[in-house]
């Protein structure tokens, strides 16, 4: 069985940080492209970040590029976001996510269907 469980959020004021984690099993992780998407109250779903199989293709938003970084550590079957200088509109859930194909090129702006439960990330003062 695929279990995507992410961990990591919580509150955090205007500029400040957080790393999320995705603890990946029941799947060869290291064979799928894997992604970062949002959403925040009262709006959809929203593409973040993606990354290569072996993590040295990433892909950003417009909107977290220069902020956030995505990483990967296949010996460990985990997926990372590192969220730097945050903003009040970073607030979401934040959901890991696995590519669809096996062996398929990471790509942007895609939102598979295969999420985590999810990781809340406020940002406030």
């Known amino acids: 069985v695929v279990q995507l469980v992410e961990s990591g959020g919580g509150l955090v004021q205007p500029g400040g940080s957080l790393r999320l984690s995705c603890a990946a099993s029941g799947f060869t992780f290291s064979a799928y492209a894997m992604y970062w998407v949002r959403q925040a109250p009262g709006k959809e779903l929203e593409w973040v970040s993606s990354?290569?199989?072996?993590?040295?293709?990433?892909y950003y938003a417009d909107s977290v590029k220069g902020r956030f970084t995505i990483s990967r550590d296949n010996t460990r079957n985990t997926l990372y976001l590192q969220l730097n200088s945050l903003k009040t509109e970073d607030t979401a859930m934040y959901y890991c996510a696995k590519d669809p194909v096996q062996w398929a090129s990471a790509t942007s702006d895609k939102i598979p269907s295969v999420r985590g439960q999810g990781t809340q990330v406020t940002v406030s003062s």
């Open positions: 990354i290569s199989r072996t993590g040295g293709i990433s």
